[in-house]
DNA sequence: CACTCGTGGAA
DNA sequence: TTTCCAAGAGT
């Protein structure tokens, strides 16, 4: 039975077996965070998949309520200035996505009239929304039965349909045919099980020590079935860090969110003793338009009187 | 397609 | 202590 698992999804929404048990663990486990409620917005919903890019749930819960308590609609944050999105980005890390985050919210103000398109097609024309953004807001927020395809979805596939102990290194074509096959008909049990698979591959089929005594499918798990054999090939590389552009780029950031106001070069020197490290990154910073040069050596997060 | 882009907590 | 990696996107 080594194709009961694909079997059992055939047509995508098999009674008995794998989406009824996947979709049952999840009425049980399933965290209660705000952009899951039913009070949650289309924004709110977009702010969080947005901050959660590669951004752990635990880091984002404060920052997300405080930018929905500050700019409640896309509207609000539009009219505020760029680098005020920066600055209350804090620590998420990756801080273009605030810029970008920030011009989606200008594109909606300027084309949507100020709300959240809703189907992802039109979601996918914002800056800072890809396949997986797109597609995510439109079943999470406005129920269009689309195919998400994230690290936890890709993981969970790779596992339980593929037998592979991690996904491949980037999304093949193979793997997004497979969680199409995999997604409901109907809609609004679609949505469910898209966010489902999201959850078990956070809370049970994690990348480290994968809880398989708790997994609702592990049964029919095809990775289980072979006995969890260590992936094969070569080992994936880590991100380096240590004197990186990015540790880099990350103090300068730093040392310019904590001033509510322009800051001399000097302040920005005594970041760094590598001066042309510190350079270059300042200088992509600005290029990025997350640094804004002021006359007279100073510098400050970008102001709104600038053009985009 | 390969590479870049932050951050900090857990193992 | 070092390593891994978390709801990716853009180039």
Redesign the pocket.
């Known amino acids: 039975m080594t194709g009961s698992l694909v079997g059992a999804a055939s047509g995508g929404d098999a009674p008995g077996g794998l989406h009824e048990r996947v979709l049952e663990w999840y009425s049980g486990a399933q965290?209660d965070?705000p952009?899951?409620r039913s009070d949650a917005t289309a924004w709110g919903i977009f702010v969080?998949?947005?901050m959660?890019?590669?951004?752990?749930?635990?880091?984002v819960l404060p920052v997300w309520v405080e930018w929905m308590t500050r700019w409640p609609e896309p509207t609000d944050l539009a009219a505020d200035a760029p680098g005020e999105a920066v600055r209350a980005w804090g620590?998420?890390?990756?801080?273009?996505?605030a810029l970008?985050l920030h011009s989606a919210a200008v594109a909606m103000t300027e084309r949507h009239g100020g709300k959240v398109p809703m189907s992802e097609a039109e979601l996918s024309t914002?800056?800072?929304?890809?396949?997986?953004?797109?597609a995510?807001v439109a079943t999470?927020a406005f129920g269009e039965r689309t195919v998400v395809v994230?690290?936890?979805v890709r993981?969970v596939i790779a596992r339980a349909v593929t037998g592979d102990q991690?996904a491949a290194?980037?999304p093949?074509r193979a793997e997004h045919t497979l969680a199409t096959s995999l997604v409901p008909t109907d809609p609004d049990r679609a949505r469910t099980w898209s966010?489902a698979v999201?959850?078990l591959?956070?809370l049970v089929c994690?990348?480290?020590?994968p809880r398989c005594g708790e997994c609702p499918i592990s049964d029919l798990c095809r990775w289980q079935l072979r006995g969890r054999p260590a992936h094969e090939g070569p080992?994936?590389?880590?991100?380096?860090?240590a004197g990186?552009?990015?540790?880099m780029?990350?103090?300068l950031?730093?040392r310019l969110?904590e001033s509510p106001g322009p800051v001399p070069r000097a302040a920005l020197e005594a970041v760094s003793d590598n001066a042309l490290q510190r350079e270059r990154?300042l200088d992509?910073?600005v290029a990025?338009g997350?640094v804004e040069p002021l006359p007279r050596d100073l510098f400050q997060l970008p102001g709104s009187r600038g053009t985009s």
């Open positions: 965290r965070l952009w899951r969080s998949e947005v959660l890019q590669q951004t752990p749930v635990a880091r620590r998420l890390g990756y801080p273009r996505r970008r914002l800056p800072g929304v890809g396949a997986y953004t797109a995510a999470f994230d690290t936890n993981r991690y290194a980037s093949t966010v999201m959850e591959g956070a994690t990348a480290r020590a080992p994936r590389r880590g991100q380096a860090w990186t552009d990015r540790q780029r990350g103090a950031l730093r969110r990154c992509s910073l990025d997350l």
